[in-house]
């Protein structure tokens, strides 16, 4: 026999689900089948021959086998065309002797309050059915003993235990001695924070018992009430009867994670708040508790794997505890069910039923196999025709949209600050940074170091109350600076170190030189350089962006042959959900860097809920080494060099001579080029852009005094009054007492005004948008140029941010092709899957503008190919010179494919790609957008024509028929998911859609724009690092086909109709869970553009090798700089001759 069409589909339609007997039903057994039989038969045709049916049997309780997912499961189960459920009755299983019970060839029984296990063993014993759960190994469930004994005796880690049996006949083990904040136990000592629980599993009231330090106490749990599953208690003290088992106390964030196995090969994970929290079970609309889908690791994956096998149970959970980096089983439940997930009962169902096919078919002579899937291959065709697997894609992504970020710097001299930088170490290395609450707390006191906010906040208090009684006091702090930072610490009501931090740095002698930020007068002797930092929040916007980007970064993963045909992204997820798919995502400590990637992960995964969970389980921070963070306050000297010439170049009242341009624009980038036409005078501009700022401030004032914008709430929940403070400080700082302007500060202006002319337009403030052009100018040429201005400088500035990266980087393209069988599918799992040792390593940096700046410098200008002998190169550097900006969610992405037809030593055996995004569109760039030559452009200049019968042939067979339309349509060149003949099945699944890829084509719109409102919904479903199978999308593909002809394209030209913020509006309208608060305007994003398509593995790494080589060789850096210098002198004359 073939399987059905799906896991819920049979061939003869009407689902086969009986009751075995009538509550008060007395007839004989088998009277009762054939009567229900024949009920069943009435309904088919006539003429349709008897087929041999295999029975299976469901004995437990009424309230389980009535309960929704055991519904949902039996009816998509009863659908397999051989297979018949019956369910037996309560009333049969409690009173009826067993053998009256229902016949059946497989048995689904298990225990629960008020089953008769006993007579279940019994009924086996006499029927010998087939058994999907192990009906003796249910007893030792039961007794938490026996349940940890197993467990240890499969190596599976648990929490350090001892068992205090009060049995009369067991003196031994009754040995218990309490001290305060302690408990020993048989000898085993257990400090206080410690675990009490009952040796029956049946008994729910487990004890935790906190320390005195922590207010003594004990937190009493017990199977949820409503809405509570826990209260605390004053009680110290532990139970004097019964046996219990006491464990150390494992500090998990306040998370527990309740793993979901169905065989040895399928685990589903989910994560709940911890019931030893608050207490307070979280429920949804709906009333059900709120659950998060969580990623298991490989050890997670093996430890569901030991545990389903160690107790014979295939439907089985069990709870996990993360904890110190491990993770440890604390409890196993036996038979249970995931709720609500319509995926996970598509899969428990197509599981069960294959491992009774694969059990019973040969007995009842019915022919079947287990049938794979066209999917599974991570192979595309190349453009010269071969077939190579992908196996490796990296990623450095910038985050997204964010709020302004802001700066203040203050000399203090106050002994209290200084005790505060004693007090975390400061005079160890001469710097504090400060992040936790309670730091920056004192910090409102002390004002200096890298303390927790709380401190700092005390300290300020201390010393503005003192200046307003001692007028003639010594403290220096000013009262306008101190009291903006205690407004800062005071924001939000809260404390968190993602939006605010404060860092303390010694100065042994004191300020070495006054600034706008400073005092005038300078004291002798030591003091504190404190700098606040606050802002710099990832917005709504940012989160969208990021979410969004997600979803369409799975389309390029190859696969979604066959059924899948027309949903982009399903060859990942089947790729992560068997196990195949080796994921890991780094983020720097910056707050808005590890939101994005967590709002990433959640689009690109397909998970659902809110991003907290999904950052603590899946973003590692990456703040080791430098790999993604670096201090942008101790800047390199090189640095400090480049941006003292720029501050002089730019204070030059004078229109931009060719001597500028050669001097600032030594690498005759045409971007660069280009800004400085338009400043032409850099003092004239700042001049321009410094009124329109004191324009811009009198406006907001004139606003404030207006009754009606009393309560008016900007963007982000932002005031009036805190967005007169950011500019006005920018009004107070960009123009120096001197007169002269801060050159540092156009960035912070740039920031400032993009935000407002993005997130606040619907204020209507007077020239904002001229602002923006003139900041935007001179912030072309400040930006990339602080990153050193000539090829050396550049290459010297970039090697101190992110050397250790590009270690990490060719430690990722290496490790891809040696043996690391720990990131592979066991060949045990490789039932139903093609491939088993293939595997996708993906390796995902977010980090902040200065890592993307230096990478991309690194590709650029460290001679990773000659222009000259490479035309593919050529224009790959003609195309980034004239972009202007990376900007938020600005991608680099690498990818690595095997051709495991060559041999092993060749150097074709592995093709590198490099790809490029400057990320999302600036206001007013579609005109001047920079154009590339679009995703992997050499398939275009080796166009051919699929062999009849491939793979790609085949999938362009299956997409006309899964995706009609009513005439052909030729793909652009610049659709940001388009793959060419280099990855066949990409291109055509949305072969005929270009028409919707527009100029103002958004990134996130992809899948809404394209397949209808249900595509985003679809692409919601919960897919875990644990499930066996991608998300079921053949039922959908099939009940859907008819919707996507030509003739029903109604949503999808209504979409199109509209702007794009209307399109994000109608799709989170329509799809509420996937909708943010606050989104004014969500730009879209450029697409992938790609730089080289035909690099070779070993060039790639002799280049990485090269590079970290000469990192320290200021030599080598300098040659390579000359070089190229040499060569953008030739264009430079072009370009500034040019009318």
């Given at each position: 026999?073939?399987?059905?069409?799906?896991?819920?589909?049979?061939?003869?339609?009407?689902?086969?689900?009986?009751?075995?007997?009538?509550?008060?039903e007395?007839?004989?057994?088998?009277?009762?089948?054939?009567?229900?039989?024949?009920?069943?038969?009435?309904?088919?045709?006539?003429?349709?021959?008897?087929?041999?049916?295999?029975?299976?049997?469901?004995?437990?309780?009424?309230k389980?086998s009535?309960?929704?997912?055991?519904?949902?499961?039996?009816?998509?189960?009863c659908?397999?065309?051989?297979?018949?459920?019956?369910?037996?009755?309560e009333?049969?299983?409690?009173?009826?002797?067993?053998?009256?019970?229902?016949?059946?060839?497989?048995l689904?029984?298990?225990?629960?309050?008020?089953?008769?296990?006993?007579?279940?063993?019994?009924?086996?014993?006499?029927?010998?059915?087939?058994?999907?759960?192990d009906?003796?190994?249910?007893?030792?469930?039961?007794?938490?003993?026996?349940?940890?004994?197993?467990?240890?005796?499969?190596?599976?880690?648990?929490?350090?235990?001892?068992?205090?049996?009060?049995?009369?006949?067991?003196?031994?083990?009754?040995?218990?001695?309490?001290?305060?904040d302690?408990?020993?136990?048989?000898?085993?000592?257990?400090?206080?924070?410690?675990?009490?629980?009952?040796?029956?599993?049946?008994?729910?009231?487990?004890?935790?018992?906190?320390?005195?330090?922590?207010?003594?106490?004990?937190?009493?749990?017990?199977?949820?009430?409503?809405?509570?599953?826990?209260?605390?208690?004053?009680?110290?003290?532990?139970?004097?009867?019964?046996?219990?088992?006491?464990?150390?106390?494992?500090?998990?964030?306040?998370?527990?994670?309740?793993?979901?196995?169905?065989?040895?090969?399928?685990?589903?994970?989910?994560?709940?708040?911890?019931?030893?929290?608050?207490?307070?079970?979280?429920?949804?609309?709906e009333?059900?508790?709120v659950r998060?889908?969580?990623?298991?690791?490989?050890?997670?994956?093996?430890?569901?794997?030991?545990?389903?096998?160690?107790?014979?149970?295939?439907?089985?959970?069990?709870?996990?505890?993360?904890?110190?980096?491990?993770?440890?089983?604390?409890?196993?439940?036996?038979?249970?069910?995931?709720?609500?997930?319509?995926?996970?009962?598509?899969?428990?169902?197509?599981?069960?039923?294959?491992i009774?096919?694969?059990?019973?078919?040969?007995?009842f002579?019915?022919?079947?196999?287990?049938?794979?899937?066209?999917?599974?291959?991570?192979?595309?065709?190349?453009?010269?025709?071969?077939?190579?697997e992908?196996?490796?894609?990296?990623?450095?992504?910038?985050?997204?949209?964010?709020?302004?970020?802001?700066?203040?710097?203050?000399?203090?001299?106050?002994?209290?600050?200084?005790?505060?930088?004693?007090?975390?170490?400061?005079?160890?290395?001469?710097?504090?940074?400060?992040?936790?609450?309670?730091?920056?707390?004192?910090?409102?006191?002390?004002?200096?170091?890298?303390?927790?906010?709380?401190?700092?906040?005390?300290?300020?208090?201390?010393?503005?109350?003192?200046?307003?009684?001692?007028?003639?006091?010594?403290?220096?702090?000013?009262?306008?600076?101190?009291?903006?930072?205690?407004?800062?610490l005071?924001?939000?009501g809260?404390?968190?170190?993602i939006?605010?931090?404060?860092?303390l740095?010694?100065?042994?002698?004191?300020?070495?030189?006054?600034s706008?930020?400073?005092?005038d007068?300078?004291?002798?002797g030591?003091?504190?350089?404190?700098?606040?930092?606050w802002?710099?929040?990832?917005?709504?916007?940012?989160?969208?962006?990021?979410?969004?980007?997600?979803?369409?970064?799975?389309?390029?993963?190859?696969?979604?042959?066959?059924?899948?045909?027309?949903?982009?992204?399903?060859?990942?997820?089947?790729?992560?959900?068997?196990y195949?798919?080796?994921?890991?995502?780094?983020a720097?400590?910056?707050g808005?860097?590890?939101?994005?990637?967590?709002?990433?992960?959640?689009?690109?995964?397909?998970?659902e809920?809110?991003?907290?969970p999904?950052?603590?389980?899946?973003?590692?921070?990456?703040?080791?080494?430098?790999?993604?963070?670096?201090?942008?306050?101790?800047?390199?000297?090189?640095?400090h060099r480049?941006?003292?010439?720029?501050?002089?170049?730019?204070?030059?009242?004078?229109?931009?001579?060719?001597?500028?341009?050669?001097?600032?624009?030594?690498?005759?980038?045409?971007?660069?080029?280009?800004?400085?036409?338009?400043?032409?005078?850099p003092v004239?501009?700042?001049?321009?852009?410094?009124?329109?700022?004191q324009?811009?401030?009198?406006?907001?004032?004139k606003?404030?005094?207006?009754?009606?914008?009393?309560?008016?709430?900007?963007?982000?929940?932002?005031?009036?009054?805190?967005?007169?403070?950011?500019?006005?400080?920018?009004?107070?700082?960009?123009?120096?007492?001197?007169?002269?302007?801060?050159?540092?500060?156009?960035?912070?202006?740039?920031?400032?005004?993009?935000?407002?002319?993005?997130?606040?337009?619907t204020?209507?403030?007077?020239?904002?948008?001229?602002?923006?052009?003139?900041?935007?100018?001179?912030?072309?040429?400040?930006?990339?140029?602080?990153?050193?201005?000539?090829?050396a400088?550049?290459?010297?500035?970039?090697?101190?941010?992110?050397?250790?990266?590009?270690?990490?980087?060719?430690?990722?393209?290496?490790?891809?092709?040696?043996?690391?069988?720990?990131?592979?599918?066991?060949?045990?799992?490789?039932?139903?899957?093609?491939s088993?040792?293939?595997?996708?390593?993906?390796?995902?940096?977010?980090?902040?503008?200065?890592?993307?700046?230096?990478?991309?410098?690194?590709?650029?200008?460290?001679?990773?190919?000659?222009?000259?002998?490479?035309?593919?190169?050529?224009?790959?550097?003609?195309?980034?010179?004239?972009?202007?900006?990376?900007?938020?969610?600005?991608?680099?992405?690498?990818?690595?494919?095997?051709?495991?037809?060559?041999?092993?030593?060749?150097?074709?055996?592995?093709?590198?790609?490099?790809?490029?995004?400057?990320g999302?569109?600036?206001?007013?760039?579609?005109?001047?957008?920079?154009?590339?030559?679009?995703?992997?452009?050499?398939?275009?200049?080796?166009?051919r024509?699929?062999?009849?019968?491939?793979?790609?042939?085949?999938?362009?067979?299956?997409?006309?028929?899964?995706?009609?339309?009513?005439?052909?349509?030729?793909?652009?060149?610049?659709?940001?998911?388009?793959?060419?003949?280099?990855?066949?099945?990409?291109?055509?699944?949305?072969?005929?859609?270009?028409?919707?890829?527009?100029?103002?084509?958004?990134?996130?719109?992809?899948?809404?724009?394209?397949?209808?409102?249900?595509?985003?919904?679809?692409?919601?479903?919960?897919?875990?690092?644990?499930?066996?199978?991608?998300?079921?999308?053949?039922?959908?593909?099939?009940?859907?086909?008819?919707?996507?002809?030509s003739?029903?394209?109604?949503?999808?030209?209504?979409?199109?109709?509209?702007?794009?913020?209307?399109?994000?509006?109608?799709?989170?309208?329509?799809?509420?869970?996937n909708?943010?608060?606050?989104?004014?305007?969500?730009?879209?994003?450029?697409?992938?553009?790609?730089?080289?398509?035909s690099?070779?593995?070993?060039?790639?790494?002799?280049?990485?090798?090269?590079?970290?080589?000469?990192?320290?060789?200021?030599?080598?850096?300098?040659?390579?700089?000359?070089?190229?210098?040499?060569?953008?002198?030739?264009?430079?004359?072009?370009?500034f001759?040019?009318?």
């Amino acid at each position: 026999m073939s399987e059905p069409n799906s896991p819920g589909e049979s061939r003869r339609g009407a689902p086969r689900f009986f009751v075995g007997c009538e509550d008060d039903e007395s007839e004989a057994l088998d009277e009762s089948i054939r009567r229900d039989m024949e009920l069943y038969d009435d309904d088919e045709d006539t003429d349709s021959p008897p087929e041999q049916q295999i029975v299976v049997g469901i004995c437990c309780m009424m309230k389980k086998s009535k309960s929704k997912p055991m519904t949902q499961i039996l009816e998509r189960l009863c659908r397999f065309e051989y297979i018949t459920v019956v369910i037996f009755p309560e009333d049969v299983i409690l009173n009826e002797p067993v053998d009256k019970w229902p016949l059946c060839d497989c048995l689904i029984s298990f225990h629960s309050k008020g089953f008769p296990l006993d007579k279940a063993v019994s009924y086996a014993k006499l029927r010998n059915p087939l058994l999907i759960n192990d009906l003796n190994m249910q007893y030792y469930i039961q007794d938490r003993r026996e349940v940890y004994r197993i467990l240890q005796e499969e190596g599976i880690d648990l929490p350090r235990y001892a068992v205090l049996n009060r049995d009369p006949d067991k003196p031994d083990e009754c040995n218990l001695v309490e001290g305060e904040d302690h408990v020993e136990v048989n000898g085993e000592i257990f400090q206080k924070p410690f675990v009490e629980k009952p040796v029956c599993a049946e008994d729910h009231n487990v004890y935790i018992y906190y320390p005195t330090s922590a207010g003594g106490g004990s937190q009493r749990l017990f199977r949820k009430i409503g809405s509570r599953s826990s209260v605390y208690s004053p009680e110290s003290s532990v139970r004097k009867t019964g046996s219990y088992i006491y464990e150390e106390f494992m500090p998990t964030d306040g998370t527990d994670v309740k793993v979901y196995t169905v065989g040895p090969d399928y685990a589903h994970a989910e994560a709940r708040k911890s019931p030893a929290l608050d207490g307070k079970v979280e429920r949804d609309s709906e009333g059900k508790e709120v659950r998060y889908p969580v990623m298991l690791s490989a050890m997670e994956k093996l430890v569901a794997r030991k545990v389903c096998l160690a107790f014979k149970q295939t439907v089985c959970g069990f709870d996990l505890l993360r904890a110190n980096g491990h993770s440890y089983v604390c409890d196993v439940n036996g038979f249970s069910f995931v709720k609500n997930s319509m995926k996970y009962y598509d899969d428990c169902a197509k599981i069960l039923g294959n491992i009774v096919m694969r059990e019973l078919a040969p007995q009842f002579q019915i022919p079947w196999s287990i049938p794979t899937e066209a999917e599974d291959i991570p192979i595309v065709p190349t453009t010269s025709g071969t077939m190579m697997e992908l196996r490796c894609v990296i990623a450095v992504i910038r985050h997204g949209d964010r709020t302004p970020k802001q700066k203040m710097k203050m000399e203090v001299r106050n002994p209290m600050f200084f005790d505060l930088f004693e007090k975390y170490g400061g005079y160890k290395t001469g710097k504090l940074k400060l992040k936790k609450p309670k730091q920056l707390c004192m910090m409102h006191l002390m004002a200096c170091c890298s303390i927790r906010p709380q401190e700092v906040l005390d300290i300020t208090r201390q010393l503005l109350a003192d200046l307003g009684q001692h007028n003639d006091c010594e403290i220096e702090e000013k009262k306008s600076k101190l009291e903006q930072l205690k407004t800062v610490l005071e924001m939000y009501g809260h404390f968190s170190g993602i939006n605010r931090k404060v860092q303390l740095t010694y100065l042994p002698h004191g300020q070495p030189k006054t600034s706008s930020e400073e005092e005038d007068t300078r004291k002798e002797g030591p003091s504190l350089l404190l700098v606040l930092k606050w802002g710099g929040e990832l917005t709504p916007a940012g989160r969208v962006q990021a979410e969004e980007l997600g979803r369409a970064f799975r389309c390029m993963y190859p696969g979604g042959q066959g059924d899948y045909a027309g949903f982009p992204g399903c060859g990942l997820l089947r790729l992560h959900s068997t196990y195949r798919h080796d994921l890991k995502i780094y983020a720097s400590d910056e707050g808005r860097v590890q939101m994005t990637a967590a709002a990433f992960a959640k689009g690109l995964l397909a998970l659902e809920g809110e991003l907290t969970p999904i950052l603590v389980q899946m973003v590692k921070s990456a703040n080791m080494n430098g790999l993604l963070d670096s201090d942008s306050d101790s800047l390199s000297s090189c640095q400090h060099r480049v941006k003292a010439r720029l501050h002089e170049i730019l204070q030059k009242d004078r229109e931009f001579t060719e001597e500028d341009y050669d001097r600032l624009a030594p690498t005759c980038a045409a971007s660069l080029v280009n800004s400085m036409r338009i400043v032409q005078n850099p003092v004239e501009r700042c001049d321009q852009v410094y009124a329109l700022i004191q324009s811009l401030t009198s406006q907001i004032r004139k606003r404030m005094e207006d009754p009606k914008s009393a309560d008016l709430q900007l963007y982000h929940s932002e005031s009036l009054e805190l967005m007169l403070q950011r500019w006005s400080k920018l009004e107070r700082d960009f123009r120096m007492k001197n007169g002269r302007y801060d050159i540092s500060k156009i960035p912070d202006i740039y920031d400032c005004v993009k935000y407002d002319v993005i997130h606040n337009a619907t204020l209507g403030l007077e020239d904002t948008l001229e602002l923006f052009r003139l900041s935007r100018a001179l912030a072309d040429v400040v930006i990339p140029q602080e990153y050193g201005i000539n090829t050396a400088e550049k290459l010297d500035i970039a090697y101190a941010y992110c050397l250790p990266l590009v270690r990490k980087i060719q430690l990722d393209l290496q490790r891809t092709h040696e043996d690391e069988s720990v990131n592979k599918l066991h060949p045990l799992y490789s039932r139903g899957v093609m491939s088993p040792g293939r595997h996708v390593r993906t390796r995902l940096y977010f980090t902040s503008e200065s890592h993307v700046h230096s990478l991309l410098s690194i590709f650029r200008y460290g001679g990773l190919l000659d222009e000259e002998k490479d035309q593919q190169w050529k224009r790959a550097m003609d195309y980034l010179s004239a972009v202007s900006e990376l900007n938020y969610m600005t991608q680099i992405v690498i990818m690595l494919y095997e051709d495991n037809n060559k041999d092993l030593t060749s150097e074709e055996r592995f093709h590198v790609e490099l790809h490029f995004s400057p990320g999302v569109k600036g206001v007013e760039e579609e005109e001047n957008a920079p154009t590339g030559f679009g995703f992997r452009p050499a398939s275009a200049e080796v166009a051919r024509q699929p062999e009849p019968g491939s793979l790609e042939d085949l999938s362009r067979d299956e997409t006309d028929r899964a995706v009609p339309l009513s005439e052909p349509i030729t793909i652009q060149r610049r659709s940001p998911l388009i793959r060419n003949h280099k990855t066949g099945s990409m291109e055509v699944r949305l072969t005929g859609l270009s028409r919707l890829f527009k100029k103002d084509f958004t990134f996130g719109n992809l899948l809404e724009t394209v397949f209808g409102s249900q595509c985003a919904g679809l692409f919601s479903t919960t897919v875990l690092g644990g499930s066996s199978s991608a998300p079921n999308l053949q039922d959908y593909a099939r009940a859907h086909r008819k919707k996507f002809s030509s003739g029903s394209l109604s949503y999808k030209d209504e979409l199109l109709s509209m702007p794009a913020v209307k399109r994000f509006s109608v799709s989170f309208a329509k799809h509420p869970t996937n909708g943010f608060e606050g989104c004014s305007m969500v730009p879209s994003i450029y697409p992938l553009e790609t730089l080289h398509n035909s690099l070779s593995l070993k060039q790639v790494n002799e280049f990485l090798t090269s590079v970290c080589e000469s990192a320290g060789d200021p030599h080598t850096r300098t040659t390579r700089g000359t070089q190229r210098a040499k060569a953008a002198q030739t264009c430079l004359h072009l370009h500034f001759t040019q009318p």
